[in-house]
């Protein structure tokens, strides 16, 4: 650690103890007030069933309820049985609660039990997840599931259908979808994605499922119809406004028939947890791990006088960053970190075999700050003024979550993952990660690095501003990811974040998607377009933000973007676009490993009535 940084963090350490003190003693979660009326939960599903980790032979079922409740079962048939008939089969469920879910102020739910909440309480969720398992290779199984209530009231699941991992040789439809964010096209996207393809096998999502991932009514139950499960389950009515008219779309009945394999995106990730505090305030204050681990370190016998390992793991993730509710939401495959000092396991990066797909998941994201530069934005390039001699209320810029530069832990776990049999074999070699290597929007910029901090100070030494350069020549996915990816024969790189369509193709042969469109799109930048990027800052004789680090327009990683093959739109002087960025004309995509092909589709909501269109097609394979 600088100098600098060494004494503006102790300068501020005092300031930040009695404040740390009182968020590590306070309880985990807030109670609902007990002098409240508590209406009492009714005995039905929070969601329907759906389905994780196929391995040959197995699924795993999931699903959810407002109360713990008892004899969670899963109940199965055989391939050729009738839906209503009697499903002979069954395996108990492992049934927990979730530790983190909770609604606050700016939660939308219509739930006698969190109306006009004024501070962030507790919202109990238990989730059920049963396996199983004998199935038939290459054969779908009726199944639904049930779970008995306090009272004895039995809830249960209508019936859908399951399998096993796909075998090597069955032909797959894999759904490519990203940035849901309970956004206002995603009801519709999924609706014209069931009704256009009807039903796929497998479901990747490089990221932001939600907006804020510790409120639970953005998963479960969003009273604008617009939660993560009801959309992807097609039990919601989103009532879409276009052009003067209200059309309603219910999502799509997707995730109770394919397994669902998410990448971690910056919006799976909360910031410092405070046990009342607004969700928005917790997601939006995130720490660099290492400066939680610097202020234990330097305090561990106030925080950890027994020097309990379990509560330093708790303290550092408590004061910096996690993503301990998308874990616990998800049964995805377990990775062994090659960490020699440390033996650990995660799955928040994996890969899996789904018949000649390889899939290779990574977490590869940061907290995304602001891009205005003045005095009051706590930014990705700079400090709030207000906050320059608080230390402790620093944003450091857009750091990231985990690394993924040459010799990180991640790094060498894909090392290994791409010389192993498992990949080399694959007919279709799939990686999937939330950060952008090639996009024309505007997320990719800065580059995707560690910020390294700059100080400016005037004539008597006082500080006037803290500030965050991104080095181009230190981009870790375009100096150290891509040319690994491209070098193993990567066929596809699949990803999101910057909320449109667009694709690239290298010269190697690597095909990079990006099909994230479902209302929150912030614009293409080609050719006169221009993306928010800082200005050229003169401090004394140096320059603070160099103009070659923060490319403007196009691809900031050099590749020209393809012009759809199929149905391009056009511009109003009638020339093609190689984008689709659009708060009306919603995208979606898909993977058939028949042919290899990917087939890109999109909706114009402005025209309910209209035909889906497939607007590009191109095939993997070399």
């Not at 309603?248 to 394999?261: C, N, V």
Request: hydrophobic share 35%; proline share 9%; charged share 20%.
């Amino acid at each position: 650690m600088r100098r600098e940084d060494l004494t503006l963090l102790t300068a501020g350490l005092l300031l930040v103890l009695t404040a740390i003190l009182l968020i590590a003693l306070e309880p985990r979660v807030s109670p609902v007030d007990p002098s409240s009326e508590v209406t009492a939960v009714p005995t039905q599903l929070l969601t329907d069933p759906f389905l994780q980790y196929p391995t040959p032979g197995t699924v795993r079922v999931v699903w959810f309820t407002e109360f713990e409740g008892q004899n969670h079962q899963v109940r199965w048939g055989a391939p050729d049985q009738r839906p209503d008939a009697n499903l002979p089969n069954q395996a108990p469920a492992i049934t927990t609660q979730l530790t983190r879910t909770r609604e606050d102020g700016q939660s939308r739910l219509d739930h006698p039990n969190f109306a006009d909440l004024d501070q962030t309480v507790q919202r109990p969720i238990w989730r059920h997840e049963a396996e199983v398992t004998g199935l038939p290779p290459g054969q779908r199984v009726p199944y639904r599931v049930c779970s008995t209530g306090e009272d004895g009231t039995v809830a249960e699941s209508r019936v859908f259908t399951l399998a096993g991992a796909p075998i090597a040789g069955q032909p797959l439809k894999i759904l490519l979808t990203s940035d849901h964010q309970n956004m206002p096209m995603t009801a519709a996207n999924l609706q014209k994605v069931d009704e256009t393809l009807g039903r796929v096998d497998a479901v990747f999502f490089a990221g932001d499922l939600v907006n804020i991932p510790d409120r639970a009514s953005e998963w479960f139950d969003d009273s604008r119809g617009c939660g993560f499960f009801p959309c992807l389950q097609g039990n919601t009515s989103y009532a879409l406004e276009r052009n003067g008219r209200t059309v309603r779309y219910r999502g799509g009945e997707i995730i109770q028939h394919a397994p669902l394999f998410p990448a971690l995106g910056n919006h799976e990730v909360m910031g410092r947890f405070a046990a009342t505090a607004p969700l928005g305030e917790q997601f939006n204050q995130p720490v660099p791990r290492q400066q939680a681990v610097g202020l234990y370190e330097a305090n561990a016998d106030l925080f950890n006088p027994a020097g309990d390992p379990e509560l330093r793991r708790q303290w550092i993730v408590d004061n910096s960053f996690n993503s301990e509710t998308y874990e616990a939401l998800f049964s995805l495959p377990i990775t062994q970190v090659p960490n020699p000092d440390r033996p650990e396991t995660t799955s928040r990066y994996y890969a899996i075999t789904l018949g000649d797909v390889r899939l290779v998941s990574l977490y590869v994201t940061q907290i995304w700050r602001p891009y205005h530069v003045n005095a009051t934005t706590r930014g990705r390039y700079q400090e709030r003024e207000a906050d320059l001699g608080t230390p402790q209320n620093w944003g450091h810029g857009q750091h990231i979550f985990e690394p993924i530069e040459r010799g990180s832990l991640q790094y060498q776990w894909l090392e290994q993952e791409l010389a192993s049999e498992a990949f080399r074999q694959a007919r279709y070699k799939v990686v999937m990660l939330h950060h952008p290597p090639h996009t024309l929007g505007d997320n990719i910029v800065p580059p995707f690095t560690n910020p390294v901090r700059r100080y400016d100070r005037d004539g008597a030494g006082r500080l006037t501003a803290v500030r965050y350069e991104y080095p181009r020549a230190d981009d870790y996915i375009a100096r150290d990811l891509v040319p690994l990816l491209e070098q193993a024969g990567v066929d596809l790189v699949f990803y999101g974040h910057s909320h449109l369509w667009n694709r690239f193709v290298s010269p190697q042969g690597t095909h990079y998607l990006e099909t994230s469109n479902v209302g929150n799109s912030y614009g293409a930048f080609w050719k006169d377009a221009a993306r928010p990027v800082p200005p050229e800052i003169i401090e004394g004789s140096a320059v603070a933000y160099s103009p070659a680090d923060y490319i403007a327009q196009g691809d900031p990683n050099g590749l020209e973007p393809v012009v759809p093959t199929l149905a391009p739109l056009r511009d109003d002087s009638g020339q093609t676009l190689p984008y689709v960025a659009s708060n009306d004309i919603t995208v979606f995509s898909v993977f058939e490993t028949e042919r290899g092909t990917v087939s890109s589709y999109y909706f114009d909501t402005r025209q309910p009535n209209s035909a889906v269109v497939k607007f590009d097609e191109f095939r993997l394979g070399r």
